[in-house]
């Protein structure tokens, strides 16, 4: 079974982005009918509950790596501890050029070399990253990579769930 490693974003993906993050969404941004958690300690940052509970439960699983990518760093440990998670680690601890972390994908890309690992990257910058030509072609459409974008301000999507699901044998 292929190893997955997933590289989640907190702001935008993870966490929906809100009014200065200080809340739940707006009805009109909520998925499905959704219960939120809200962080108060992660700056009342809040996180739907099916989200939550897949991600703990995809640390479970020997297969499955789930590393932050986010430049919370020290926050992530916080919001860990808030939402019941695992200490999950950073993705890459090198946020020092210009668009870590596509610098972060391209170098997993290139020194991962297994051909059965695979990347899923969720972040609600990564259209952005392509468009701009930051992330070009080839590389974006390795087929070793999965990228997610969510809608920044509704995050992670039911459709989502479902692809994450999938590509990681199903949940248990």
């Not at 909520?30 to 219960?35: I, K, L, N, Q, V």
């Not at 050029?97 to 910058?125: E, G, M």
Request: proline residues 6%.
């Amino acid at each position: 079974m292929a190893h997955i490693t997933i590289a989640l974003d907190i702001d935008g993906a993870f966490s929906p982005i809100t009014k200065m993050n200080s809340g739940l969404p707006r009805p009109d941004n909520r998925w499905e009918d959704w219960e939120y958690l809200i962080a108060p300690k992660s700056f009342g940052a809040c996180f739907a509950e099916p989200v939550v509970e897949l991600f703990k439960e995809l640390s479970t699983r020997d297969n499955v790596t789930v590393k932050w990518h986010s430049s919370w760093r020290e926050l992530a440990e916080k919001l860990s501890e808030e939402l019941e998670l695992p200490e999950w680690t950073q993705f890459t601890d090198d946020d020092s050029v210009d668009n870590w972390k596509v610098a972060a994908v391209r170098k997993w890309l290139l020194f991962t070399s297994c051909t059965d690992n695979r990347l899923i990257w969720i972040d609600d910058d990564i259209d952005r990253f392509i468009s701009s030509k930051v992330f070009p072609n080839p590389e974006h459409t390795n087929p070793r990579l999965t990228k997610i974008c969510p809608d920044s301000n509704k995050g992670i999507s039911p459709d989502d769930l479902k692809l994450i699901k999938q590509l990681t044998g199903g949940v248990s």
